[in-house]
């Protein structure tokens, strides 16, 4: 007998939901979150970006894919996604996501640079910039700005209103979302270089 669509991807859901929660006991600095985005919060992120416009898109910090998954469901089919994760177990999960539009790098947020070669439409940031020194933030957003167009979009997820101001010196233009469905609660900062007319 088969298993039900539903059942199998609770179970799926479980196990990453697990397999979050012991990563951020190992190392919350790095993971930042408990618990993977929820759907509502995905699809918030999704609400904020352009997808009729764009084509190619970076995920820093997707850690099981919450997010990657509803992104993957907007793409235009010659559009690309790719993930920079510096999580080796969260890269084989990401990798067992079957779509040939995303690439998956165990990476550091610190080496952008290092795998994007061309300017890209749109980057979304889940990882955990308030609890990086201020010269590791600013190390990393200088990185986001070489690589992002100039009228692309950057959307950095926090779990506190506490980096307008450190966002302000990068982007003209940064306004603030906010989901309270969540665990924790999310704030999404949306970023633009180039003010929109």
Known sequence: MRNHPCAVAAVRSDVGNLLFLREFFRNWREVGFPLPSSRRAAQKVCELVDFVAGRSFIEIGPGTGSITR??????????????????????????????????????????????????????????????????????????????????????????????????????REVKVAFTLRNTPPLFLYRCRTTLKN
């Open 70 to 171: 509803e992104l993957l469901s907007f793409l235009h089919d010659d559009a690309t996604l790719t993930a920079l994760e510096v999580n080796r177990d969260f890269c084989r999960a990401l990798r067992s996501v079957e779509d040939s539009r995303l690439k998956v790098h165990n990476v550091s947020a610190f080496q952008i640079r290092s795998v994007i070669r061309e300017k890209v439409d749109c980057i979304i940031s889940g990882i955990p910039i308030a609890s990086m020194t201020n010269s590791e933030v600013w190390a990393y957003l200088q990185q986001v700005t070489q690589v992002l167009k100039p009228e692309g979009i950057f959307i950095q997820l926090q779990i506190a209103p506490v980096s307008y101001l450190t966002l302000r010196h990068f982007f």
